[in-house]
């Protein structure tokens, strides 16, 4: 198989992957968004899409953030690094990002509020 036939499969596969996963928030209530969390509580991060991030804070909680406008490397497999002052995550906290096989972060990009999202 021709070396672009073979990312274009593999890219279909990861597509067919994520798409296919249940959504961690369905079934859950959204409260009232807060500035900042406590790092010592969640689990995380995971990222969904360009626009969603989540925190697991327990079997039933999880925040919600995202970004301050667009931040292009925000893509699922990516690794967050995280600048964190004291013990909490906080809404215009910078972050980068790592692409999976690249060594060099991105620009920085800043969180938005944190939405809990609770099974009721």
Partial sequence: MPRLGRFAALAALALTLVAGRDDPLAGRIAGTPVRCIGIGLVQGPTILDATTILYRQS????????????????RPLS???VDIYGGQLCRNDRFRLIEPGLSIPSPSCRFT??????KP
């Avoid at 509020?113 to 609770?118: A, C, K, L, S």
């Fill in 59 to 74: 079997g039933k909680r999880v925040w919600r953030t995202g970004p301050v406008g667009p931040c292009p490397q925000l």
């Fill in 79 to 81: 690794t967050i690094i």
């Fill in 113 to 118: 509020d944190f939405t809990p999202y609770d």
